[in-house]
């Protein structure tokens, strides 16, 4: 595909900061309604016209809206105000080392993109809670830009329990973070293409504790997530 | 509060069925872009305007759309393209035995609603994720109505893990649902009041599954919920 106009949901200003200020994007007010915290930047690169949505903060605790409910309220505002061809959802995540994920390394989706904190033991509702939404192929472009691919599972916490690994190792997910089904699952209900691209800031199957990481290895996933989404932009 | 128009956030067609045949509630098609599952019933009742929307059904499993994202985006839809006085989300949900719940009791929120499926342990990020987000006070609604009141926990699971238990008791909950938290953070965000109506269908510290329970009580606690709804309508 050859899109014109990319958006890209991105959960938190630290993932976004360093792509904003690369491409020198514009911060827009009030294109939705004015007691949301989302944020919208919009520019140009490479001849497309860009758009990224950031969570933004909440107004009671002061970080940003992670999670699913954020990205899916995100998605639809960004694909129902501006009609982007092409969604990407952007950020850093958690890889299973045993599969070969490093910390820094660059995914690009496979489908499906499911979750592994909805538990719905009902005919049907069990698939329903999974979800399985599509990514477009990446193959090619993981090919020519020397990233790696894999499936991504959601959920709405940083930590894991063992009922969640369990679901990510039946997801055959090797990569576990917290919006991407959610913008899948949108963007399959408007119709948009979409695919993920996520860091890896932590290996999920080490004794040492995601969230700590997290914290170390946030600003190497960040520096290289700037990087992909400007090659992936360029790519496209 | 004396609102002209309520919107009710309903996530089963079952749960909605009922009352909108009572009242007579009209479908109307057009309001929402039109690839979105959601449904919008209309109509008046005790003098006041009210629309309904439910989740209909997922494409591709023939489910209707529960849990947390879906609730989010019908709330914030609801609220952006109709501008309700009050929110109210309706529903069944499971109780805790041992805190005094019933099968078929109907329960009125109590401030605030918390979820227990978000885990994010990281500095203030754990207390986002927990949420806290206002009900209306229905302290003066329940006693008149003789309905009871309680703490409610969401999160997308209909079975729920012993970790997902400890972090009902510790939001000092008594009652698990799947949508009330993320109707109500869209209505903190978008500053509109709202309270929950939830019956109870199961108990979730009984041996019996919720899955079982929840089959064998819903009609009960579908019943119990039209006629709780209409009590409150009148009661406003």
């Known amino acids: 595909m050859k899109p014109d106009h990319i958006a890209l949901v991105i959960a938190m200003n630290s993932e976004a900061a360093p792509l904003i200020k690369t491409l020198a994007l514009e911060k827009k007010a009030d294109l939705f309604p004015a007691p949301l915290p989302f ?7 490479a001849g497309k ?10 107004r009671e605790h002061g970080v ?3 999670g699913t409910q954020s990205a899916t309220l995100m998605t ?20 299973i080392g045993e599969k070969g994920c490093q910390i820094g390394d660059i995914y690009l989706s496979e489908s499906p993109f499911c979750y592994h904190d909805r538990r ?3 005919p049907r509702f069990d698939q329903y809670g999974i979800g399985s939404y599509p990514s477009i192929d990446t193959t090619e472009m993981a090919a020519s830009l020397g990233f790696k691919t894999g499936r ?10 063992d009922r969640d690994l369990e679901m990510i190792r039946s997801n055959r997910a090797i990569i576990k973070e917290m919006e991407a089904a959610a913008v899948a ?14 860091v890896i800031t932590d290996l999920i199957d ?31």
């Open 39 to 45: 944020e919208l930047y919009q520019g140009e690169a």
């Open 185 to 198: 699952w949108v963007c399959r209900m408007m119709d948009i293409p979409m695919f993920a691209v996520k």
């Open 152 to 161: 991504i599972s959601t959920g709405d916490s940083l930590d894991m329990t």
């Open 120 to 122: 719905i033991p009902l």
């Open 76 to 95: 639809y505002l960004i694909i129902a105000h501006l009609h982007p061809d092409l969604v990407i959802n952007a950020g850093t995540a958690g890889g």
């Open 64 to 66: 940003n809206n992670v």
């Open 49 to 58: 016209r860009i758009s990224v949505i950031v969570s933004g903060l909440d």
């Open 206 to 236: 080490r004794q040492t504790s995601t969230e700590a990481q997290f914290t170390a290895n946030l600003q190497l996933a960040v520096n290289n997530l700037r990087r992909s989404i400007l090659q992936v932009i360029d790519y496209l």
